[in-house]
């Protein structure tokens, strides 16, 4: 399996921007599409995006389309998560994952064999 460290989540205005880091380790990492979660206090875990093993291929849940974007750099291990525009609702924790599922067959938690340990990001109004 493939390790996975989060960074960069944290306080922001409503209106405001993250950018969210997944750092990979272990085995190697570009065969892997690469998938986005959040979960609210007392809410299930929630599919975000995904990002096919190249990159050239993204899919996001209707809640953050034409807001965040998933893109990733595959010499450097690394797959981010752009958020602009962010609302109160989008307040959870959000974990990247890892899956040896095509992108376009990955869309809940049990598609995903990897996690990492989350990152949390509260949005303010």
């Known amino acids: 399996q493939v390790q996975l460290v989060e960074s960069g989540g944290g306080l922001v205005q409503a209106g405001g921007s993250l950018r969210l880091s997944c750092a990979a380790s272990g085995r190697t990492f570009s065969p892997y599409a690469m998938g986005w979660f959040r979960q609210a206090p007392g809410k299930e875990r929630e599919f975000v995006t995904v990002i096919s093993w190249s990159g050239g291929s993204t899919y996001y849940a209707d809640s953050v389309k034409g807001r965040f974007t998933v893109s990733r750099d595959n010499a450097k291990n690394l797959v981010y998560l752009q958020m602009n525009s962010l609302k109160p609702e989008d307040t959870a924790v959000y974990y990247c994952?890892?899956?040896?599922?095509?992108?376009?067959?990955?869309?809940?938690?049990?598609?995903?064999?990897?996690w990492g340990q989350g990152t949390q990001v509260t949005v303010s109004s």
């Open positions: 994952a890892a899956t040896t599922r095509a992108y376009y067959r990955a869309s809940i938690p049990a598609d995903f064999g990897s």
